[in-house]
């Protein structure tokens, strides 16, 4: 027999749905004839599996030591030496800044993503362990290229996940990133206009006018530095759409320096021969939250700054 007692992760599935991940390989034909049979049972009663768990729930799996192996497959995860920065950690939430060069989530199913590099630190650090990876993985809230540094916010727990999930969806988590683009913009604005992203290259399209499969976006920004050849710009996304920064630029004559997909190949032969660069300057780097309740009240108003990385700033003090 096995005991399961529901934990704050847990909370909130429906019954049969935590029973898969807990019995992974069992078919769900299976589960349902324990639960008609009264093999599992939830709080000592009948379950027909579709009940919504609550913490401290019991479940009880009447189930031989040996059924429980074979229909058991723990949770496997790739072990990394993570690769980032912690820039706020909490009960909920781990914000980190990711360096250039590491995706943000699988891609292929082989990837090494900024998701193993969070499990691997938090497995490292004695906040989760591979039992209960078995029924929750930590996941991250915002996504970021794999060309783009700065912060991401990552979800320690359900509540922390959702929470921060739906910050990103309702737009009321402010995110501002800084770049270097060609040309000189001495005054703030915000544009508009639609974007439309081509799935098979991976690569968007800005237009002034709506068309089929495109959407509104919005982006400001405002001059922090800049000369005659290059402007160093702080920018607010205010929608937050595929490539939405590098190709919204782009479509205004102000490419991001190193940008391979949208940007200025002169400009970027000239980048790369003198500093060897190969991707684009941008980076995430502040978030402020909004007034929060609850468990998240701490967090109200809080500003959150990712350094900006060094190979950024050399090319800053050199351009500008």
Do not use: W
Request: hydrophobic content about 35%; overall charge positive.
């Amino acid at each position: 027999m096995k005991i399961i007692k529901v934990d704050k992760n847990e909370a909130g599935q429906r019954l049969d749905k935590l029973l898969l991940k807990q019995l992974n390989k069992a078919p769900k034909s299976f589960i349902y004839k324990m639960l008609r049979k009264k093999n599992i049972t939830l709080n000592g009663k009948k379950a027909d599996g579709s009940e919504k768990t609550q913490i401290n729930d019991e479940i009880k799996l009447f189930l031989s030591d040996e059924t429980i192996e074979n229909f058991s497959e723990s949770f496997c995860t790739t072990i990394v030496d993570y690769n980032f920065t912690v820039v706020y950690e909490d009960s909920n939430i781990l914000i980190v800044n990711k360096p250039a060069g590491l995706l943000s989530q699988k891609a292929e199913k082989d990837d090494i993503s900024l998701v193993e590099h969070i499990i691997s630190y938090l497995l490292a650090q004695g906040k989760i362990n591979t039992e209960e990876l078995q029924t929750f993985k930590p996941g991250i809230c915002n996504r970021l290229d794999r060309n783009t540094s700065g912060l991401v916010v990552a979800g320690k727990t359900l509540l922390g996940l959702q929470t921060m999930s739906e910050l990103f969806r309702i737009r009321t988590l402010d995110k501002y990133y800084l770049c270097i683009v060609k040309g000189s913009i001495k005054e703030a604005q915000k544009i508009t206009g639609y974007l439309r992203k081509d799935e098979k290259t991976n690569k968007v399209s800005i237009s002034e006018k709506f068309s089929e499969g495109s959407e509104p976006i919005q982006t400001e920004y405002q001059p922090v530095q800049y000369n005659d050849k290059y402007t160093l710009l702080k920018v607010k996304l205010i929608t937050g759409k595929t490539h939405q920064i590098r190709a919204h630029l782009g479509s205004i004559g102000h490419p991001i320096a190193g940008d391979g997909k949208y940007g200025n190949k002169m400009l970027n032969t000239e980048l790369r021969k003198e500093f060897g660069l190969e991707h684009q300057l941008l980076h995430a780097y502040q978030l402020i939250f909004p007034h929060m309740y609850g468990e998240f009240e701490h967090l109200s108003g809080k500003e959150l700054i990712a350094q900006v990385p060094d190979y950024f700033l050399k090319i800053q003090n050199k351009l500008l």
